[in-house]
């Protein structure tokens, strides 16, 4: 039994996996209230699904990029059940879980997180060897800016204001993909983690840490 914990913005998210089925999915917008309603959410799912804390054998964590504070929170929760119950801990990118469940296509996909006073968390993919690979070029941009760099027909997906969308949608080259293909679901998390769980890539619970695009600082919220 596997719990994945998603808080890296607003979206917090959390699920159940076991291998071979998803017991619990559970996502909604909080308002900067990661605080006090991760842990009674957590005690929730496990009590809706009848699941002890003691039948957990893993865990899985959503990185960022994404918001300084909520990613700080959910890894201190997540590290909190690991140390206590002597679990193993798999981090996850936050944009590989966005991407997980889309299907191939031979053109680039740009996955996108809100990045806070207009900006964006932008990262490149391409379908290679049968799933989404970041082409490892993180970045900051405005959407302005994120425009200026597209030239090809491309996809996009991710978290996108009203005004946003509207703007990309006018764009010919560009395929916006809809709302509810832009949701992280925690399902994806789980299972992701518990991949890389059964593969043996496990993370270093004390050095374990979230992804931020600048080293002294995270995504603002």
């Known amino acids: 039994m ?17 291998g071979s089925a998803v017991l619990a999915e559970h996502a909604w917008l909080t308002q900067g209230h990661h605080t006090v309603e991760l842990a009674p959410a957590i005690e929730w799912m496990l009590t809706r699904t009848r699941v002890s804390i003691k039948q957990l054998k893993a865990l899985g964590v959503a990185l960022g990029p994404g918001s300084f504070t909520s990613l700080r929170i959910g890894l201190a929760v997540v590290k909190g059940i690991a140390l206590a119950e002597k679990l193993p801990v798999v981090g996850v990118p936050t944009l590989d879980v966005l991407v997980y469940g889309l299907p191939p296509d031979e053109r680039r ?3 996108v997180l809100q990045a806070g006073r207009g900006r964006l968390a932008v990262e490149d993919y391409s379908y290679r060897a049968g799933a989404w690979q970041a082409e490892n070029h993180l970045r900051v941009v405005g959407l302005k800016e994120l425009l200026e760099t597209i030239q090809e027909p491309v996809m996009i997906c991710g978290e996108l204001s009203a005004q946003d969308r509207q703007q990309l949608a006018r764009q010919r080259h560009i395929t916006l993909l809809p709302p509810a293909h832009c949701l992280r679901h925690p399902a994806f998390l789980a299972e992701l983690a518990w991949k890389r769980w059964k593969a043996g890539a496990v993370d270093d619970v004390n050095s374990l840490a979230p992804l931020y695009l600048h080293q002294a600082e995270g995504i603002s919220a």
């Open 2 to 18: 596997l719990l994945a914990v998603d808080t890296s913005t607003q979206w917090i998210g959390l699920a159940l996996y076991d």
């Open 109 to 111: 996909l740009i996955a």
